[in-house]
């Protein structure tokens, strides 16, 4: 049974970080062919958007335009886990932050057939 569970999340500053982490259970992040991994978030009255991919075969990554160069995505497979650095971070940054799984890499969040519970990322002053 495919589990993902994210933790990470919280208040912090404008300008500050947070690592956001997804730990994956039911499958094998070095044994997972040619699916996908991703980060979404969704904001009060929004709709969820797609905020980083990684492909599993290669380890590409691909991030929102709205996020490239201050979100990282990585992975331990020793852990089994998908991480999100995310830095300089904005108030228009606050969300509840959801990691997915499935068949295609991609920002479509229709592609995707699990998903954690989601963390809380808060950015106030």
């Known amino acids: 049974q495919v589990q993902l569970v994210e933790s990470g999340g919280g208040l912090v500053q404008p300008g500050g970080s947070l690592r956001l982490s997804c730990a994956a259970s039911?499958?094998?992040?070095?044994?997972?062919?040619?699916?996908?991994i991703a980060w979404f978030r969704q904001a009060p009255g929004k709709e969820r958007e797609g905020v980083s991919f990684?492909?599993?075969?290669?380890?590409?990554?691909y991030y929102a335009d709205s996020v490239e160069g201050r979100f990282t995505m990585s992975r331990d497979n020793a852990k089994n886990t998908v991480y999100l650095q995310m830095n300089s971070l904005k108030s228009e940054d606050t969300a509840v932050y959801y990691c997915?799984?499935?068949?295609?890499?991609?920002?479509?969040?229709?592609?995707?057939?699990?998903w954690g519970q989601g963390t809380q990322v808060t950015v106030s002053s």
């Open positions: 997915a799984t499935g068949r295609i890499p991609t920002m479509d969040k229709r592609a995707y057939d699990y």
């Open positions: 990684m492909s599993m075969n290669d380890g590409s990554t």
């Open positions: 039911g499958f094998t992040l070095d044994y997972y062919g040619y699916y996908g």
